[in-house]
């Protein structure tokens, strides 16, 4: 039943948008769509949209959402800024020690080297923590390359308002609470990722790295993605995903991502969902859902 509510609410969209017409009508009932869609799902939500025509749509956005591995997103591009600053070439190796592995946390590249003391290139570091956001990866990188605090001050020198930094992956593992450390309004990632894949911050080799990982991740293929590629529209994306409620129900579960479409339009997104009284399957398809009627209304926006 919820479903078919989320199906007729899009396709509803499809119908009235082709009616309004100028940038602000469009705008307008983008964000009555959106508002109209968000009411609909018994969630706690925010959404923010950058278009290349500089409009910005945001729907509760006035609220902070925990970040969970969206954080990695802020890390990498600070990340970025230092190997610049210092030239380090990003085939550069690291050795990594066993002690630098968490035994439990989510960590991809701990089950390809359970013993420790290998080495690794950084490029190899950010696509472990970017692509499979691997959360050893994000720490070793806080660790060797630039520190939380740096990190923060970094990305409010881009300009970028309303977030904070204070916990590593480590920290939100051993204390689920601290995850509420991290956090940043909706509009703050879709700025800081339309500035990363539409305005030259780096040298080509560090910003492309950061591009090219962004739009080959693995993670949450049934969130902002799924009604995209069809289209093939091309997306790069992070994810964040908290930890479940003491009911077992999903928090934190996030999407932030930059897209670009066939017809030379591209845009920004990021959805936040808070808490959420559905399903992981369920939940994730309200991102979907929320990344299909933006694209709609982008697409018809002409």
């Known amino acids: 039943m919820k ?70 997103l802020y890390q990498a591009m600070a990340v970025a800024a230092v190997l610049q600053a210092q030239k380090i070439s990003t085939d550069s190796l690291l050795c990594i020690q066993e002690s ?24 190899g570091l950010l696509k472990y923590s970017l692509q499979q956001s691997d959360n050893n990866a994000c720490d070793i990188l806080f660790h060797h390359i630039i520190g939380i605090e740096a990190t923060e001050r970094y990305i ?23 995850s509420s450390e991290n956090w940043n309004h909706p509009l703050s990632a879709a700025l800081l990722i339309n500035k990363l894949f539409t305005q030259q911050l780096y040298e080509p080799v560090y910003q492309n790295l950061l591009t090219e990982t962004l739009i080959s991740c693995t993670t949450g293929q049934n969130r902002l993605t799924k009604p995209l590629l069809p289209q093939r529209a091309v997306i790069g994306h992070k994810t964040g995903t908290g930890f ?41 398809q309200m991102i979907a859902d929320i990344s299909e009627i933006v694209y709609i209304h982008i697409t018809n926006d002409n």
């Open 100 to 123: 630098e592995l968490h035994p439990r946390t989510y960590s991809p590249m701990r089950e390809a080297h359970p013993s420790g003391n290998f080495q690794i290139p950084i490029a």
């Open 3 to 72: 479903n078919g509510i989320f199906r007729n609410i899009i396709y509803s969209f499809i119908v009235a948008v082709t009616v309004f017409s100028g940038a602000s009508a469009q705008e307008k009932q983008l964000k009555l769509a959106l508002e109209r869609y968000i009411r609909s799902c018994s969630a706690e939500i925010g959404v923010a949209v950058v278009t290349d025509r500089k409009d910005t749509i945001c729907v509760n956005n006035e609220y902070p959402y925990l970040m969970n591995s969206v954080m990695k």
């Open 156 to 178: 409010q020198g881009l300009g970028i308002k309303n977030f904070a930094i204070r916990v590593n992956e480590r920290d939100m593992y051993e204390n689920h609470a601290t």
């Open 244 to 284: 479940s409620s003491p009911m077992g129900l999903p928090q934190g579960i996030n999407d932030v991502g930059f897209v670009r479409l066939p017809n030379g339009r591209q845009y920004a997104i990021a959805v936040f969902i808070k808490s959420s009284p559905y399903d992981m399957q369920a939940t994730e």
